[in-house]
């Protein structure tokens, strides 16, 4: 056996006699901390189940009259009588950690091959031109592209830049798509200026000029807008079933296709939000939030903080008691991983964060786990998560 299982058997057997220095509890800590394994078993060797019923095994050895055998043969030396003080206070400090390696051995789980760290996503895209060319945007160099109509298009390392251009008032639109895979991101300024961030699993599909009455652009996904003001040009973000109308704002829509309901959350300025068959419309101030239900058709309107509705446009994974499913449908579009519950009760838990999105979901699901109430195991790119017992 490797002498380091040894030494944390002997760890484990003070811990659990609450015998440790502080040092030796920094040393435990360390080793727990260093994979999810080990952190597995030091939970399966103290728990308290688990304790009594290996202890009734431990029971079974008659260490009473083991030792009864060893005095009879060392007494039988009279002139070894140290020696046997000795062996018997030996006996009582190796005897437990002869026990923490039986534990060890007996819950050794089998070696399985180390999981990949699963990493966050990352600035990557396909631009789809109006000729059905794909251009692949991760890691692509600086560059220019130019449309059949004429329309120049900068392909930078984190963004896609049209240039400022408005049709003429008989010339058909030419359109693009920027599609954007689970586990990427990107910005994108259309040709008035507008900036549109867009989050993991979207896409957007744009005119590379706008026409001179009306910007309108359709979006499947999330998307963050600033909206370049022209009081003349209404913009408009056109959705599944329904529309976003704004002057010049900045403001968040959330329109995944698995999705119950379309969100539109307003950051600044005003927007209109309106049903597809325009039955329902509300019109929106700063801080608040419209919520379009697929199978009502109908609209709520509520105060929200829009800090927490655009936090992954900043980097941030952020929440605020929401159910884990919720939180866990935008882990794993931006970790491009699946998810599975074998309780199906935990997906309805509250939980809250503010996490680092560019952190490895390893040390996400440590902050969910700390809270006692779940446990979670990764392999490949699926996680499994269950109630803790």
């Known amino acids: 056996m490797d002498k380091t299982y040894f030494d944390i058997a002997v760890l484990v057997g003070k811990y659990l006699a609450d015998n440790l220095t502080e040092e030796e509890r920094s040393l435990l800590e360390e080793w727990i901390a260093l994979s999810e394994r080990n952190r597995r078993w030091f939970q399966r060797v103290t728990d308290e189940k688990y ?142 200026g507008t900036v549109v961030y867009m989050n993991a699993d979207s896409k957007l599909r744009f005119p590379v000029k706008f026409d001179r009455n009306l910007r309108m652009v359709e979006l499947e996904g999330e998307a963050y807008f600033k909206v370049q003001r022209n009081e003349k040009v209404p913009f408009i973000v056109k959705t599944s079933q329904i529309s976003v109308q704004v002057l010049g704002t900045e403001f968040n829509v959330s329109a995944y296709a698995e999705d119950l309901v379309i969100q539109t959350t307003l950051v600044s300025g005003a927007v209109k939000v309106f049903s597809e068959d325009e039955k329902e419309s509300v019109i929106l101030r700063p801080g608040e939030q419209a919520e379009f239900s697929r199978i009502t058709h109908e609209i709520q309107l509520e105060t929200v903080d829009v800090s927490y509705v655009t936090a992954w446009k900043d980097g941030r994974l952020r929440f605020q008691e929401k159910p884990l499913f919720e939180i866990m449908k935008n882990v794993a579009r931006w970790y491009d991983v699946e998810i599975i519950y074998e309780d199906e009760e935990v997906k309805y838990y509250p939980f809250g964060c503010n996490f680092n999105r560019m952190a490895t979901i390893e040390s996400l699901l440590q902050i969910f786990e700390a809270t006692g109430t779940i446990e979670t195991r990764v392999q490949g790119r699926k996680i499994w998560i269950k109630e803790r017992k």
């Open 51 to 192: 304790r009594t019923w290996k202890g009734s095994n431990v029971r079974l050895v008659d260490v009473e009259r083991g030792w009864q055998d060893l005095q009879s043969k060392r007494s039988k030396k009279a002139g070894k009588r140290l020696w046997v003080r000795w062996c018997r206070y030996a006996a009582i400090l190796v005897l437990p950690l002869l026990v923490g390696i039986i534990i060890y051995r007996y819950t050794e789980e089998p070696q399985v091959e180390e999981t990949t760290t699963i990493t966050s996503g990352t600035s990557k895209a396909r631009l789809i031109l109006a000729n059905g060319t794909s251009i692949s945007l991760e890691q692509q160099q600086k560059r220019v592209v130019e449309e059949e109509n004429g329309t120049r298009i900068d392909l930078q390392q984190q963004q896609v830049v049209y240039e400022n251009a408005i049709s003429d008032e008989y010339e058909e639109l030419v359109y693009n798509e920027l599609v954007i895979p689970r586990g990427g991101e990107y910005s994108l300024t259309l040709s008035d």
